[in-house]
């Protein structure tokens, strides 16, 4: 790795009207694999600073989302473990394109607060981590890391419906069923909110730091005692180009576990500081600088589709690919069709195009693997681009 281009890389807190190329660094001499912490925390972590430039008490223009402090969210209260509460008000609908699609359907925070009943562990009766409390914590959390900026209200998709009925109704014929009378919660729910004052860009593409996660009952046992509850969190960023999320490892936990919602803000505001936004945004500029050939990227679909039947004995020498065949078809047909991460005139394709065809095609994966393989298309990419400059075990797919 380059440590000087990593130390010249772009500053991700903002930057100066201007040509991009000749913009000052806000942050100037950042040390290497500076995290998160380190840019926004005193050692007192009560007495939060955070470095940001002028611009960023400037007007910003407004996105298609609603741009809202962490304690404007809809007929809600954010935790706050600093003993102060804020109420939140209303804000109206997101109007881009979802970040997954898959078999999800959008909801609003004010849906899953006053629609959905909470499940509870069946042994003793104690309610879960409802998915409502999983966003409000994670809202806390990054307003406690960026008092200072905006952040937009979260954007929520849901699957699986679980239905049910009062007892009251338990006779009732469906179709004489009352409105009151139905209960309903969600199995599966993702949902991201993104601080869009703190950007960068990537091969022309806007990236705006991104925070969110993933809660699936399915993982629990409610058949059981309560026990710790598992969440997916990440902290990353969002291609405002295609909606696309990029997750490295160092902000993902795959495997949250908690036991109270205070574990679970103390989590999320761990993984929040750990993060290092730099070095995901240099390796993420880095793979634009590599390319596959027509010849090169039609070997790579190929041998994605052989990978899903190799025998175990010889799949298990090769890094893992998480996409099936769908994705990869998906991944075929954007190289051709895709508005902005298709192929050159001459056949040419960068390595930050093929990482977003995987993120494009991964938008149909369902909600409980979909965090999983947006990092392995990373890892993947990153795997490729080694094959490209030296040795890697990735050479296989290439090969």
Not at 330 to 337: I, L, P, Q, R, V
Request: proline share 3%; net charge negative.
């Amino acid at each position: 790795m380059d440590t000087q281009n990593f130390n010249n890389s772009t500053t991700i807190i903002g930057k100066d009207q201007g040509d991009i190329s000749s913009v000052d660094l806000v942050l100037q001499n950042v040390n290497k694999y500076k995290f998160v912490r380190d840019n926004f925390f005193n050692d007192n972590i009560d007495e939060v600073e955070v470095f940001y430039p002028s611009r960023m008490n400037e007007v910003i223009k407004p996105e298609s989302t609603n741009e809202v402090q962490a304690f404007l969210i809809p007929d809600s209260k954010v935790y706050n473990f600093d003993n102060t509460s804020a109420e939140l008000d209303k804000s109206g609908d997101n109007q881009h394109k979802p970040f997954i699609v898959a078999n999800t359907s959008e909801a609003t925070l004010h849906h899953l607060q006053n629609d959905c009943i909470i499940p509870v562990f069946s042994k003793d009766n104690e309610k879960t981590i409802a998915h409502q409390e999983f966003i409000e914590v994670v809202l806390s959390a990054v307003q406690k890391v960026f008092p200072h900026h905006s952040i937009t209200e979260p954007e929520i998709r849901v699957s699986h419906q679980i239905k049910g009925r009062i007892p009251s109704a338990i006779h009732k014929p469906v179709k004489e069923l009352l409105e009151h009378e139905k209960t309903i919660y969600y199995e599966r729910m993702a949902f991201i909110i993104k601080v869009p004052t703190i950007t960068d860009i990537v091969n022309g593409n806007e990236l705006s730091l991104t925070i969110g996660g993933v809660r699936s009952y399915n993982l629990e046992n409610l058949y059981n005692k309560k026990s710790l509850e598992k969440f997916k969190f990440f902290i990353g960023f969002q291609n405002q180009v295609c909606m696309n999320l990029c997750v490295s490892s160092d902000g993902f936990v795959e495997d949250m576990r908690v036991g109270s919602s205070q574990d679970l803000y103390s989590k999320a505001l761990e993984t929040i500081q750990n993060y290092n936004a730099e070095l995901h945004l240099m390796e993420m500029k880095e793979l634009s600088q590599d390319f596959l050939s027509e010849h090169q990227f039609a070997q790579l679909i190929g041998r994605s589709r052989l990978y899903q039947h190799l025998p175990k004995s010889e799949k298990q020498n090769i890094p893992l690919l998480n996409f099936n065949d769908s994705h990869i078809n998906t991944m075929a047909k954007d190289y051709y069709e895709d508005q902005n991460f298709c192929r050159n005139q001459d056949g040419n394709i960068n390595l930050w195009d093929v990482y977003n065809l995987f993120t494009q095609a991964n938008k149909s994966s369902y909600i409980d693997t979909f965090l999983d393989r947006n990092l392995n298309a990373f890892e993947f990419s990153k795997g490729i681009q080694k094959v490209l400059n030296g040795n890697s075990d990735y050479h296989w797919f290439l090969s």
